[in-house]
């Protein structure tokens, strides 16, 4: 009886000839520890950020899977020559965004780290294999305060006039000024976590993953997808301010401010997936309609 290729794999890293490895991982360990200690008890902590864990441990997860659905079948050839370099960019990178404090060099500098030591220690193969949650990364880096301020502020002023807008045709007692929604008694601040651009990166982070779930075999409807995934996104922002508004109104600022603030968050993931699922199915209907007339 043979041995699953994963499992000899598994063993041959275990033993001594891979000490290397399992030191360069301990240095890992010691490099980024700090760094992503400061993000979960800062930053991380925050509501405009609060993915980045959920992006982090869904990168982690796609590694481990994807690692064990390539290990039968990609043997380890190690490229140092391609991989040397990615480490001495990450390093520079790193030191760089440690000492200055500049978060998106810090942490971003994690993705080609774990890339140059893919290739050092297992080859291209393995390292192509894996580039999806490599990619997925981006999403768990903090954006530059210049960049989200420069388009929060157009994101939030679109998704409050579009409430408005909306709530104003089914007949409420609505008005805007700026980000500020007036419905009833009651104001409300469109503020960054509702309808920035942390949001929108969320949720493009969710569009994204799903697409490499379902792993249509058409480019054009996957290219399409991808595409739709920023109105989707802007739609599902809107969804998750109008429902914060309606609760204001009918249960108080008390309740909008609450628990069911935190209900309005899971509204929004729960009606992006909704759009994108059913954006999706429309997609693969019109795809199946071409091929039956083609």
Request: glycine share 8%.
């Amino acid at each position: 009886m043979s041995t699953p290729h994963s499992l000899r794999l598994g063993a041959q890293i275990l033993s001594p000839m891979w000490a290397p490895f399992w030191i360069v991982v301990a240095g890992l360990a010691a490099m980024y520890g700090p760094s992503f200690h400061d993000l979960f008890t800062g930053i991380w902590s925050t509501d405009e950020n609060a993915h980045g864990p959920i992006v982090l441990s869904v990168s982690l997860w796609l590694l481990y899977t994807k690692w064990n659905a390539i290990a039968d079948n990609v043997k380890p050839e190690p490229a140092p020559a391609l991989g040397w370099p990615l480490v001495v960019l990450a390093l520079l990178l790193y030191i760089v965004g440690r000492s200055q404090d500049i978060l998106i060099f810090e942490i971003g500098s994690l993705i080609p780290m774990l890339a140059g030591l893919m290739l050092v220690f297992f080859g291209r193969a393995t390292a192509l294999g894996l580039w999806f949650p490599l990619f997925f990364m981006l999403f768990m880096i903090p954006l530059p305060g210049v960049l989200v301020d420069a388009v929060t502020q157009p994101m939030k002023m679109a998704v409050s006039w579009a409430a408005e807008h909306l709530l104003y045709a089914l007949g409420y007692p609505i008005a805007r000024t700026g980000v500020i929604l007036v419905i009833g008694q009651y104001q409300l601040l469109v503020a960054d976590a509702c309808a920035g651009l942390h949001s929108l990166f969320t949720l493009e982070a969710l569009g994204l993953l799903y697409l490499n779930l379902v792993r249509h075999d058409s480019f054009a409807r996957n290219l399409t997808l991808a595409i739709l995934i920023v109105p989707i996104s802007f739609t599902a922002n809107v969804i998750r301010v109008i429902v914060l508004t309606l609760i204001t109104y009918h249960f108080g600022d008390e309740a909008g401010q609450g628990f069911l603030h935190g209900f309005a968050g899971m509204v929004l993931f729960i009606s992006a997936l909704i759009l994108i699922i059913g954006v999706d199915s429309m997609l693969r209907f019109g795809v199946r309609q071409t091929d039956a007339t083609a």
